[in-house]
């Protein structure tokens, strides 16, 4: 089993920056591959960035590209995402989430993933 807690969200102004903390407890953190999700309201959950296990493979949504950056510290148990010039449209609930079956080749689809966080919100205003 594996625990997961998101942190750092909050509400920025279009154009600010913002990092969220995804950190892990329980099994060996660096044997899973870990995600970045977002869901808004009436939406499904979409996917934003992933990691495999090792931190050498990094995958991004079209949307976060050029934008966001998802690493991790494996020392930490820690996984990260920097998101820099927020849209409006960024506004969502961000969920981590760690993969093991996919831990080499994240993939984009959250069924792919066995472990998720709670949560935190993050608020773009215009």
């Known amino acids: 089993q594996v625990q997961l807690v998101e942190s750092g969200g909050g509400l920025v102004q279009a154009g600010g920056s913002l990092r969220l903390s995804c950190v892990a407890s329980?099994?060996?953190?660096?044997?899973?591959?870990m995600g970045w999700f977002r869901q808004s309201p009436g939406k499904a959950r979409e996917f934003v960035a992933a990691?495999?296990?090792?931190?050498?493979?990094?995958f991004y949504a079209d949307s976060a590209k050029g934008r966001f950056a998802i690493s991790r510290d494996n020392t930490k148990n820690t996984v990260y995402l920097q998101m820099n010039s927020l849209k409006p449209e960024d506004t969502a609930v961000y969920y981590c989430?760690?993969?093991?079956?996919?831990?080499?080749?994240?993939?984009?689809?959250?069924?792919?993933?066995?472990?998720w966080g709670q949560g935190t919100q993050v608020t773009v205003s215009s």
């Open positions: 990691t495999s296990w090792g931190g050498v493979n990094t």
């Open positions: 329980g099994r060996t953190f660096s044997s899973y591959a």
């Open positions: 989430a760690a993969s093991y079956l996919k831990r080499v080749t994240p993939g984009n689809v959250p069924d792919e993933y066995e472990f």
